[in-house]
C-alpha cells in the first residue's frame, strides 16, 4: 500500500499526583482540556473531547500514527504541567501521577464515550475517582495489581 491510515481512538484517563483536587477552578479546568486538545492537535491527533473534574481528566482523541500512546501521553502531562504552572502560580506544586490508563474505543463508541466524559461532575458526585478507574479497567479486561495501582 502506498499510504499508512490509522483510525485509533483512545479514551485516556489520568489523575493529578495523589489525586490531589488541583483543578477546583472551573474556568481553568475549561481552559486546560482547551489546552489539551490543541496539544493533541499539534501532534497530527484529533481531540473529540476532554473533560474531568478536579482531579483528573478524561480524554477521547484520535491517536496520531506518527506517535505511541506512552509518547502522547508524556507531552500532555509535560507540557499541560508546564501551562499549568505558569497560568496559575499557585499551581508551582502541581504534578500529575505517574501513571495513566488508555482504553481503544470503537467508532460506534464515540458518542456513549463523549456523553460519559461530559457527564463527569455528575458521576463524581457518587463515584470516587478510585471506583471509577477499577470499573474501566474491569470493563476493558485490564490485568492489574492493586498494590501498585495507585501512588
Do not use: C
Not at 490543541?38 to 478524561?58: L, M, R, Y
Not at 505517574?98 to 461530559?118: C, N, P
Amino acid at each position: 500500500m502506498p499510504q499508512s491510515l490509522a483510525n485509533l481512538l483512545v479514551h485516556l484517563v489520568f489523575s493529578t499526583a495523589n489525586r490531589t483536587p488541583f483543578l477546583r477552578d472551573g474556568a481553568l479546568r475549561s481552559q486546560l482540556h482547551a489546552y489539551l486538545g490543541g496539544v493533541i492537535k499539534n501532534h497530527g491527533g484529533n481531540p473529540i473531547i476532554a473533560g474531568g473534574v478536579s482531579d483528573h481528566v478524561h480524554m477521547l482523541y484520535k491517536q496520531p500514527k506518527t506517535m505511541t500512546v506512552p509518547d502522547m501521553v508524556r507531552e500532555l502531562k509535560r507540557s499541560s504541567s508546564l501551562w499549568l504552572e505558569k497560568r496559575e502560580p499557585s499551581l508551582r506544586d502541581f504534578a500529575w501521577q505517574g501513571g495513566y490508563g488508555a482504553f481503544s474505543v470503537g467508532q460506534t463508541e464515540i458518542d456513549v464515550v463523549r456523553k460519559y466524559i461530559e457527564k463527569q461532575e455528575e458521576h463524581h458526585k457518587t463515584r470516587t475517582f478510585q471506583e471509577e478507574y477499577l470499573a474501566f479497567l474491569r470493563k476493558y479486561g485490564v490485568e492489574y495489581d492493586e498494590r501498585f495501582l495507585w501512588e
